[in-house]
């Protein structure tokens, strides 16, 4: 086995922590653990009393996700997959007897019990789809969205089933995707979340509560409300931030909408990016309440934390979990919260704080079961400037026992408005167990620096951003870190973009990997399930009001000048960014005579190589390796 591949082995390999929940009494845990074996991911359930060294391990499918605990503490609630191809099945469990109980088929999101512990709340697709194998006719503004494909074959409804009777009721049937249900004290109706709804073609969302005779009533609408809790005389919802102008806010809803963040500028949520299959690491949608606070995670720079916020009276916060890590948030009970934290060399693992005594207890050590990475990688921290630019933050992951230049690769990330930070980056592991070093860069359009600074680059992609890069590259050379004639860069999404964008405006790299790019705003605007919003959002107007700046900023228009060979990789069920944009430029660079070569991932979509198929996690990894090894 070559010295590349035993560097992919190592990261597939690795065992994850995918999700988990509390149980009432705050002492024990159930978690979801996955481990690949082949061209399948296992997923097992697992439960036992935190602290404790012995766990029970449920075998009831190939992959066991969604753990929910009742309210007494006695079941399970979770969903359960036999393969890949079959849909989840809602279980329950007895966790004295060890008797599995299948309630329902076809299910999606976590169960959520009733406050009696009688009923469980779970979305489900309509009874009745569209065959997209055969002709079907499409009347929603916007038809597709990445990750569900056709929105009329994945219109979630949302249901309830009596435990003891196994008696099911459909509570909506409206061409909506509902779903993150909460219930509303006295368990007779739920809150929940409503999008893209048939008319929308902009992101609306809605704040919606549903009674269990059906009856509908709005509560609040948002461009990205995100995750919803019940409250004694309300309900709180989080908003991400991303199709704001402000940063991701937790709001109470009740006769009144009030922002209880807006006057501690936090950034809820938050999204330091990582690129492990765990849920939890994108922005998660649950929300805790803990009394008369809730439990939210924030974006603090490159790093996440956890902070405890008032629901009511006067605006306040205080940081219950924060370090030189990121923590997620996962469950709260009897004075407790579960959370995971993982940082640049770690993946998360889970832990239990009381929140009156500030004390951890460790649930889970995935970092002794992942022994085949060999040498955690330098972390090297720096600032650095553009001319007549801010500070930007700058990692360097220098490879174990190495010194002196190495060769180096200029990672980019997601977003724009993401942030590399303590977390742990898959491909950049991968890069650093094969020789590389790895920069990895904040530029400005970043989050986590202010509302200012994320904006910076609206109006101007591939200008402030590209010369913040560069900074860092120059920055990296001069500093005795990376060498200058072994220089790689490579990036998803708006990584992909930038990384289009450099190799069609410098020469100074030697290899370019982009992985599902943008690189033509003017088709994307309406061929993306985001492209009538997003992309006027971020230039400035439509494109009858900004059509230079749809030119001036997209890689197409200079691709003919690109000499840096390229492997451009697109998943084929990309809404997001669609393969169309990808097959654009590399017609552009086969047509300008550089070296280019296309990867496909048939099924995936816009994330597909971060948590798709195991084989398209496999074949990116495989594919961004050797093509860094061939031409740095």
């Not at 990692?395 to 190495?406: A, E, I, N």
Request: glycine share 10%; aromatic share 8%.
């Amino acid at each position: 086995m070559t010295e590349e591949r035993v560097a992919v082995a190592a990261i597939e390999a690795m065992t994850l922590v995918h999700d988990a929940d509390l149980a009432p009494d705050g002492g024990a845990v159930a978690w979801c653990v996955s481990a690949v074996a082949g061209d399948t991911e296992a997923i097992a359930l697992r439960f036992g009393r935190a602290g404790d060294q012995e766990f029970t391990q449920v075998r009831a499918g190939v992959r066991n996700t969604d753990p929910a605990w009742s309210p007494d503490g006695t079941r399970l609630a979770f969903r359960s997959e036999e393969d890949g191809d079959e849909p989840a099945r809602l279980m329950v469990l007895d966790v004295a007897t060890m008797a599995l109980t299948t309630l329902a088929h076809d299910v999606a999101g976590r169960p959520v019990w009733s406050p009696d512990g009688r009923l469980l709340a779970y979305q489900a697709p309509p009874p009745d789809v569209p065959d997209p194998v055969q002709p079907y006719r499409v009347t929603r503004a916007i038809g597709w969205q990445d990750g569900l494909g056709l929105v009329d074959a994945v219109a979630l409804d949302l249901h309830v089933v009596d435990v003891a009777t196994g008696e099911h009721r459909r509570l909506t049937a409206d061409q909506w995707v509902n779903g993150v249900p909460s219930w509303l004290p006295g368990s007779a109706e739920l809150a929940y979340l409503a999008t893209c709804g048939p008319d929308d073609w902009d992101p609306v969302c809605r704040v919606r509560v549903v009674s269990l005779d059906g009856t509908v009533r709005d509560l609040a609408q948002a461009p990205d409300f995100f995750a919803v809790a019940a409250l004694p005389d309300g309900v709180a919802v989080t908003s991400l931030g991303f199709e704001t102008e402000d940063l991701g806010e937790l709001l109470v809803v009740g006769a009144e909408v009030e922002n209880r963040t807006a006057a501690l500028e936090l950034d809820v949520n938050g999204d330091v990016i990582g690129d492990l299959p765990v849920p939890f690491t994108n922005p998660d949608p649950r929300l805790l309440v803990a009394g008369e606070d809730a439990l939210v995670r924030v974006q603090a720079g490159d790093r996440l934390e956890i902070h405890r916020v008032a629901l009511a009276g006067p605006p306040q916060s205080t940081p219950v979990v924060a370090g030189t890590f990121c923590a997620y948030p996962l469950a709260y009970a009897a004075g407790k919260l579960l959370y995971a934290k993982g940082t640049v060399n770690a993946a998360p693992d889970l832990w239990l704080r009381d929140l009156d005594t500030g004390a951890d207890t460790r649930v889970t050590d995935t970092a002794a079961e992942n022994a085949g990475l060999r040498g955690e990688p330098e972390l090297i921290d720096f600032w650095v400037s553009a001319p007549d630019g801010p500070k930007v933050q700058a990692k360097f992951l220098r490879p174990h026992g190495k010194t002196g230049p190495v060769p180096t690769v200029l990672l980019i990330h997601g977003g724009p408005k993401s942030a590399f930070g303590h977390v742990f980056f898959g491909d950049a592991q991968l890069l650093c167990h094969a020789g590389f070093g790895v920069l990895m860069v904040n530029p400005r359009g970043s989050r986590g620096y202010g509302a200012d600074f994320a904006d910076a680059i609206t109006g101007d992609w591939g200008v402030d951003d590209y010369a913040d890069l560069m900074a860092a590259v120059d920055a990296a050379v001069e500093q005795g870190y990376a060498d200058p004639e072994r220089l790689g860069v490579g990036g998803l999404s708006y990584g992909g973009y930038m990384t289009s964008w450099i190799v069609s405006h410098t020469n100074r790299f030697r290899a370019a990997v982009v992985e599902n790019p943008v690189t033509n705003f003017w088709s994307m605007y309406g061929t993306s399930d985001i492209g009538l919003t997003f992309v006027p959002k971020i230039l400035g107007g439509t494109p009858e009001t900004a059509f230079e700046t749809y030119v001036r900023c997209s890689p197409i228009t200079t691709a003919h000048t690109c000499r840096t060979p390229t492997l451009i990789m697109q998943g084929e069920q990309d809404h997001r960014c669609p393969p169309e944009q990808s097959k654009q430029f590399y017609a552009a660079l086969r047509r300008a005579g550089c070296v280019a070569e296309m990867l496909l991932f048939p099924g995936a979509s816009h994330e597909g190589a971060i948590n798709g198929p195991v084989p398209v996690r496999r074949a990116q990894n495989e594919a961004l390796l050797e093509w860094m090894v061939r031409y740095v």
